[in-house]
């Protein structure tokens, strides 16, 4: 979860540009909650033949149909793309404000706009692009505060302070001995490299039991 406060740097807090909710990514992108009707598809019949790839990380779909702007996928030829996000994706880049629109190789279906869409917006504020399916999410305050007025270092201590990082408060933190052994063996690295750090939240930890528990969940 994330919030977001706008500072007008007008000293006016009416002079601030568009905020598109929820809805209006919905209208704006021909997009409805629940189901996907991507309609600039019906424009562009066959958009494979529209990403072009610029080097072995680089993926561009060209502006076309409704799109206002080109789109990048970072992402290798290992990484196989969902179609319906890169549909997403263009919808994102037909929204009439963008600017820019990037995806970064975890690129997945979202609701609107896929997860992991950057998306560069002139004039406009649009909270309703972060997920929230795992509880992600942005809420977005609107003061009176001019930009200067307010100590953004300050606010963001104190929301670290007051709101817990996790169940245990901190991150397990890993060298690269750690982070290529969770590379190698996924998850079930994790117990050994927790109770080398001192945790021993993974301690009961099963990955077989944990295979199964994904098998069961949608």
Not at 128 to 139: H, P, S
């Amino acid at each position: 979860m994330g919030l977001l406060f706008v500072f007008d740097s007008h000293k006016r807090a009416d002079k601030i540009g568009p905020i598109l909710c929820q809805a209006q990514v919905y209208a704006r992108a021909g997009m409805h909650s629940g189901k996907i009707e991507c309609g600039l598809l019906h424009q562009v019949a066959e958009l494979p033949s529209k990403l072009v790839r610029l080097d072995p990380f680089r993926l561009r779909i060209k502006r076309a149909g409704a799109m206002v702007t080109d789109a990048t996928i970072f992402a290798s030829r290992a990484i196989r793309l969902e179609p319906d996000a890169v549909r997403q994706l263009c919808d994102a880049a037909s929204l009439p404000p963008a600017k820019k629109v990037c995806a970064t190789a975890d690129i997945h279906v979202g609701f609107g706009v896929p997860i992991g869409a950057v998306i560069g917006l002139g004039g406009a504020i649009m909270p309703a692009a972060v997920g929230y399916d795992i509880n992600c999410g942005m809420r977005l305050l609107r003061t009176p505060f001019s930009k200067g007025q307010v100590d953004t270092d300050r606010i963001a201590a104190d929301i670290a302070r007051d709101v817990p990082l996790g169940e245990g408060r901190e991150n397990l933190q890993l060298d690269k001995a750690g982070i290529e052994a969770v590379i190698d063996r996924g998850l079930a690295a994790l117990p050994e490299l927790a109770q080398r750090s001192g945790h021993r939240a993974w301690e009961a930890f099963d990955p077989e039991q944990f295979a199964d528990d994904l098998q069961r969940t949608e």
